[in-house]
């Protein structure tokens, strides 16, 4: 059984190794070393990929949504000799995340904090989280990074972390920003789980987005569960897993 599980997340890393060069996560560009060392990809046996925030050397924040359903996940360690897999051993969603918030338009925490089996390369280092419990203001300038498509529905576009800066338009629920420029920029498939930095500090969680108009797809508004307001949360979760 091991051996087809790891099949299955190799098999996914196969297609995203095919994956031709491009210049954005949608309308962005690749990303720094310093946006490398903080954030990782994450694959699962159902063929999806997301990307999650370090926090320890064996613990990453992610979004809830991409550790659901039940599934095997992995974490992507891109190495000279080629790709490794670390195993994701435990997943603590948010207790107030509702999986049906995207059906039924009521936002909810769609944060995830997972351990890993085994401790990432040195070149990792834990990324700073906000504590900031008040909701930005309108036109604050956020980046995002994410190793999502750079076309909704390129699957070979994606495995690349890239980063784009785009402006709050508003917030919702009182724990999630929603980001535009109105030029075709944001997060894709397989951005979700990724920050949204102010300051160099993750202040938010991609969790999803749309087309222009609010239609499915990439390019029109992004959405991301603010990190202040659930630090209490995060903090007290990091510390029962065990993670160093």
């Given at each position: 059984?091991?051996?087809?599980?790891?099949?299955?997340?190799?098999?996914?890393?196969?297609a995203?190794?095919l994956?031709?060069?491009?210049?954005?996560i949608?309308?962005?560009?690749?990303?720094?070393?310093?946006?490398?060392?903080e954030t990782?990809?994450?694959?699962?046996?159902?063929?999806a990929?997301?990307?999650?925030?370090?926090?320890?050397p064996?613990?990453?924040?992610t979004?809830?949504?991409?550790?659901?359903?039940?599934a095997?996940?992995?974490?992507?360690v891109?190495?000279a000799?080629g790709?490794?897999?670390?195993?994701?051993?435990?997943?603590?969603?948010?207790?107030?995340?509702?999986?049906?918030?995207?059906?039924?338009?009521?936002?909810t925490?769609?944060?995830?904090?997972v351990?890993?089996?085994?401790?990432?390369?040195?070149?990792?280092?834990?990324?700073?989280l906000?504590a900031?419990?008040?909701?930005?203001?309108?036109?604050?300038a956020?980046?995002l990074?994410?190793?999502?498509?750079?076309?909704?529905?390129?699957?070979?576009?994606a495995?690349?972390?890239?980063?784009?800066?785009?402006p709050?338009?508003?917030?919702?629920?009182?724990?999630?920003?929603?980001?535009?420029d109105?030029?075709?920029?944001?997060?894709?498939t397989?951005?979700?789980g990724g920050p949204?930095?102010?300051?160099?500090?993750?202040?938010?969680?991609?969790?999803?987005?749309?087309?222009?108009?609010?239609?499915?797809?990439?390019?029109g508004?992004?959405?991301?569960t603010?990190v202040?307001?659930?630090?209490?949360?995060?903090?007290?979760?990091?510390?029962?897993?065990?993670?160093?």
């Amino acid at each position: 059984m091991r051996r087809l599980v790891l099949a299955a997340l190799v098999a996914s890393l196969a297609a995203l190794s095919l994956a031709a060069p491009a210049h954005a996560i949608v309308g962005g560009r690749p990303a720094e070393a310093e946006l490398k060392a903080e954030t990782a990809m994450i694959v699962s046996t159902r063929g999806a990929s997301c990307t999650g925030v370090v926090l320890a050397p064996n613990a990453l924040l992610t979004a809830a949504h991409c550790v659901q359903p039940a599934a095997d996940y992995a974490v992507v360690v891109f190495e000279a000799a080629g790709p490794r897999l670390i195993p994701i051993t435990r997943i603590a969603l948010h207790p107030s995340f509702d999986p049906n918030s995207f059906a039924t338009r009521r936002p909810t925490p769609d944060l995830a904090l997972v351990r890993l089996g085994e401790p990432l390369p040195a070149g990792f280092r834990p990324a700073r989280l906000s504590a900031e419990p008040a909701l930005p203001a309108r036109r604050t300038a956020f980046t995002l990074a994410g190793f999502g498509v750079t076309r909704d529905g390129d699957g070979k576009s994606a495995g690349t972390l890239r980063t784009v800066e785009l402006p709050s338009i508003g917030t919702t629920g009182g724990i999630m920003v929603r980001l535009s420029d109105g030029a075709a920029k944001g997060g894709c498939t397989g951005d979700s789980g990724g920050p949204a930095y102010l300051g160099g500090i993750v202040a938010g969680i991609i969790g999803w987005s749309t087309a222009a108009g609010g239609a499915r797809g990439c390019g029109g508004v992004t959405g991301a569960t603010l990190v202040g307001p659930q630090r209490a949360w995060i903090d007290a979760t990091v510390r029962g897993m065990g993670t160093r």
